[in-house]
């Protein structure tokens, strides 16, 4: 009977000895998988741009054996060299966990894989920063890095609340001088044949009987100024164009089309028949040059209700706007009567 | 002088002088307290945009703010009336809380107790007649089950709440029940308030140990669809009940809590917090996060029946538009009775007031156009914000305007391809208009007048 008790445990030692070594051995290996492996680095590692140019780095992630769950990015440069324009995920980290910011030489972003489920397991770009290059550097160039643990951070299964970024390598900007793209003037043209919606279509023909073109860009509108307040719903527009000439008038925002002629000395004036709703509007005047193109010239402008002060949505009780004149004179009355109060008893 | 010296008692002349001191010293407060305001008003950063049109970023989502809360503020099925006027805007979850204690499904305690979930089916019925699924919040305690029958009172007995919550998710999640599937269970409402029971993240009254019976509860439910389970659904996002929560090694699947501010950058400055505090709990970063809750502030306010509401919503989507929550869900479809005077919360008025739709409720769907890529948009004020997308080749720009002045807002557009384009011109409150422009440079500037709490969207297409 002995015998078979020894039998027996020979047999579990056997059997157990070889099984322990293999789970510690697995427990080895999870816990291998689980230490901080990940780098981070931003490519191309070293380019040259040429100022004023835009040019794009990526956040490139090797993870190693971690299973990343969430980045926090952080990189700095020189503000002198370089402007971040933007910065924004990339397709291993499809999720923003919290919006990109950047500012002056600095730019970070938090993101995240798609799910608990779904770690980032394999090389990939996790962001993308597009720059633009300021100013020429001179021997040494510009230098992209990221800011230090744990304002870089970066979380995975496994390993709690530690940081599994073991290297992250920055980027070299090389900035060449001289402006890649010139500076052009923007020029609004507006050109009053299409159609505007609903369904009106504007033709500013010219009138024939009085066989009047425009020959300078002189069409003004005088009245209302941009960006001013009217107090009227049916406002009169005036403004300048050659003598004799036709002015094609649209009023936005419901579209009221007309022509006018103006006078001897070039003035023209309207004032629309239907009422204008209170809230932006805009007031386009074109004529036909002698050379068959169209010249144009707009104003903004608000119908305010006479007394809100400003809006459309008067919402708060607070004016948004206006004088001050009351509030002084208010101010100066007590004053006076506190001034009285205090030192006609002195006085007297 | 010497005539007022003597025909004027000193007792007379310090009687107005009082007196005096007592009827200008309120003006002069009130004019003081008007100048600071023109002054702060008029020290903001007018908005100056600029929009790179070549430089297409993330892809946004537009699902997120198609959530919606109802209040309790009738023990009845409060949706039913307006189900197809909150279909019409889409919503992906509806919330409702009160779910014990306004619809009366738990008679007796302990192995007596019962279930009749007849009132509390027609409310989740009109959610789901909505085109939404619901987020039950597992709210308020039964009064049959509860501490002296006070619904805000922890339970006699800790296991009958775990039946009250495994019950609950048996029934809507269940397989052989209701069996909807993705159900957020968010556990009670407002803990923090001492209206729902002043909890606590720990100590005496726990809401750690509120929220581990109701997992207990989660984990007994048995033959159910995926659902989730979470919290703390405070008043607004606080750290120590955040950590509370998770440290509690309890199921937690989506956080939440509720945001009432004015200021539109403090819902993006929520989300950047929780994410810091969350980083070192690899596990919970990715989880929802639920704003379950939200409006420009927790009282009624006639300014909910505003433009100004709408204003708010648009801008606070405007600064989740990106690393924003899973959902972000307004507060709330429709008023409780008795508000004739325009103070309710809802996007549509009672019907004992009309069931009129308030401005806020055309919000969501206008903002919905702004689907697409993001562009860069830099140029932002202190009052007009906005952001910029880019779909099939139509460039769109959201400005809102919440609590400013009016302003003319230059729009550059940069990178533009030179040609003939339309921009079309539509306001959330106003006109719609469409206007052909002649693009010369790669640079082109356009002026939009914004009025006070207006929202617009400018769509730039290219002709030729």
């Not at chain 1, 490139?60 to 769950?69: D, E, K, L």
């Not at chain 1, 919606?197 to 005088?222: H, V």
């Amino acid at each position: 009977m002995k015998k078979v008790f020894l039998f027996i445990a020979i047999g579990l030692l056997l059997i157990g000895i070889p099984a322990t070594i293999y789970l510690l051995g697995q427990q080895k290996d999870l816990r291998a998988k689980a230490a901080p492996a990940t780098t981070l680095s931003l490519t191309p590692a070293q380019s040259t741009h040429a100022v004023g140019t835009t040019f794009n780095l990526n956040i490139q992630i090797n993870p190693g054996s971690n299973q990343v769950r969430t980045a926090r990015i952080a990189v700095t440069f020189d503000p002198a060299k370089l402007k971040a324009m933007t910065i924004t995920n990339g397709p291993k980290a499809p999720r923003i966990l919290s919006s990109g910011v950047v500012e002056q030489g600095r730019a970070y972003i938090v993101v995240g894989a798609a799910s608990n489920a779904q770690p980032i397991t394999s090389n990939g770009t996790i962001a993308v920063i597009r720059f633009k290059a300021m100013e020429a550097t001179a021997a040494t160039p510009a230098a992209v890095v990221f800011e230090a643990a744990p304002k870089t951070f970066v979380g995975a299964s496994m390993e709690g609340g530690a940081n599994v970024l073991v290297t992250a390598n920055g980027a070299k900007i090389t900035i060449t001088g001289g402006s890649s793209t010139p500076t052009l003037t923007p020029t609004l043209t507006v050109t009053p044949t299409a159609t505007v919606t609903p369904t009106l279509t504007l033709t500013p023909t010219p009138d024939d009987t009085t066989g009047a073109t425009a020959t300078a860009s002189t069409i003004q509108i005088l009245s209302p100024a941009e960006n001013s307040d009217v107090t009227t719903t049916a406002p009169t527009f005036q403004g300048k164009a050659p003598p004799g000439s036709t002015v094609t008038i649209v009023v936005y925002s419901t579209p009221q089309t007309v022509t006018v002629t103006t006078d001897e000395n070039g003035n023209w004036t309207y004032t629309p028949t239907t009422p204008l709703e209170e809230g932006p509007h805009s007031i386009v005047a074109s004529i036909q040059t002698a050379s068959d193109s169209t010249e144009a010239t707009s104003s903004a402008f608000v119908v305010v209700a006479s007394g809100t002060g400003g809006g459309v949505a008067a919402d708060d009780a607070m004016p948004i706007s206006g004088n001050i004149e009351t509030t002084v004179i208010l101010i100066a009355l007590g004053l006076v009567f506190l001034a009285s109060g205090v030192l006609l008893p002195m006085i007297l | 002088m010497a005539f007022l010296t003597q025909r004027t008692q000193p007792k007379t002349i310090s009687l107005i002088s009082v007196l005096a001191l007592i009827v200008f010293m309120p003006l002069l407060l009130l004019a003081v307290q008007n100048i600071a305001v023109l002054i702060t008003r008029a020290s903001g950063t007018p908005a100056n945009i600029s929009v790179d049109v070549a430089n297409a970023l993330e892809t946004i989502d537009t699902d997120f703010y198609h959530a919606f809360a109802q209040g309790g503020e009738e023990a009845t099925d409060m949706l039913a009336p307006v189900v197809s006027d909150i279909r019409a805007l889409r919503p992906r979850y509806i919330r409702l809380d009160h779910l014990y204690d306004h619809h009366d499904v738990v008679s007796g305690s302990g192995g007596g107790m019962s279930f009749n979930w007849g009132k509390l089916d027609a409310a989740v019925n009109s959610i789901l007649a909505t085109g939404a699924k619901p987020i039950l919040a597992l709210s308020y305690m039964p009064a049959s089950i509860a501490q002296g029958g006070t619904v805000i009172n922890p339970p006699n007995d800790w296991n009958d709440w775990a039946t009250v919550v495994q019950k609950t998710i048996e029934h809507y999640s269940g397989r052989s029940d209701k069996n909807i599937s993705g159900i957020y269970y968010e556990v009670w409402n407002e803990p923090d308030l001492a209206q729902f029971g002043s909890w606590k993240p720990g100590g005496a009254k726990s809401y750690v140990t509120l929220y581990h019976w109701a997992a207990v509860g989660a984990g007994r439910a048995n033959n159910v669809n995926t659902f989730y389970l979470g919290g703390p659904a405070t008043t607004g996002l606080y750290k120590t009940w955040i950590l509370a929560l998770i440290n509690s090694g309890n199921r937690v699947d989506f956080l939440s809590w509720h945001t009432y501010q004015v200021n539109p950058a403090k819902y993006d400055q929520d989300q950047k917090d929780i994410i810091t505090w969350l980083l070192p709990y690899p596990n919970f970063t990715l989880i929802p996060k639920l704003i379950t809750e939200f409006g420009f502030t927790g009282d009624k306010s006639t300014l909910y029946g505003t433009s100004y509401s709408a204003a708010h919503a648009a801008a606070v989507i405007r600064q989740l538009i990106v690393g924003g929550p899973t959902y972000l869900i307004s507060f709330q479809p429709i008023d409780g009775p008795n508000q004739q005077n325009g103070t309710g919360w809802g996007l549509i008025t009672h019907s004992d007031n009309g069931l009129r739709k308030k401005p806020r409720y055309y919000v969501y769907n206008f903002i919905d156009a702004m689907a697409g890529a993001r562009l860069d948009l830099t140029g932002e004020g202190t009052w007009v914000t906005g952001f910029a997308t880019i779909r099939d080749s139509v460039v769109r720009v959201l400005l809102v305007n919440f609590r400013g002045v009016t302003e003319n807002v230059p729009v550059t557009f940069t990178n533009m391809i030179p040609g003939s384009y339309t921009l079309r011109t539509r306001y959330l409150y106003g006109t719609d208009t469409k206007s052909p422009i002649s693009v010369t440079a790669p640079t082109h500037q356009v002026k939009v007048p914004l009025t006070p709490n207006n929202v617009v969207i400018l769509e730039l297409s290219k002709t030729q």
